[in-house]
């Protein structure tokens, strides 16, 4: 069973940084295409960001290329998310999110099976 964990949130000023952490279940960072998705009041959940298996490439929404950073720790079993230059738009409820896809078919369109229970985002002026 995979468990996920999310923590790091809170709230920030505009421009501030945040770093979100997920704490997965046992060789999940490792054996499974893990992102991040956000999704804000009224809105549609939106992947952010995607890390693959193996060799780690990474994906990203265009709305944070630049300033976001997906990275894991395999050995931690952790995926974290670094967030820069953080703006009003970006102030949403994140989940880490796992999917059992190949890394050559991992990507912010996988299907993801496993979510976490969120940790909220909020960033004003």
């Known amino acids: 069973q995979v468990q996920l964990a999310e923590s790091g949130g809170g709230p920030v000023q505009v421009g501030g940084s945040l770093r979100l952490s997920c704490a997965a279940s046992r060789n999940t960072v490792s054996n499974y295409c893990m992102a991040w998705f956000r999704q804000a009041p009224g809105k549609e959940r939106e992947g952010v960001a995607a890390i693959t298996s193996s060799v780690g490439w990474t994906y990203y929404a265009d709305s944070v290329k630049g300033r976001f950073a997906i990275s894991r720790d395999n050995a931690k079993n952790t995926l974290d998310l670094q967030m820069n230059g953080l703006k009003p738009e970006d102030t949403a409820m994140y989940y880490c999110?796992?999917?059992?896809?190949?890394?050559?078919?991992?990507?912010?369109?996988?299907?993801?099976?496993?979510w976490g229970q969120g940790t909220q985002v909020t960033v004003s002026s």
């Open positions: 999110a796992a999917a059992r896809t190949a890394y050559w078919a991992c990507g912010l369109r996988s299907d993801f099976n496993y």
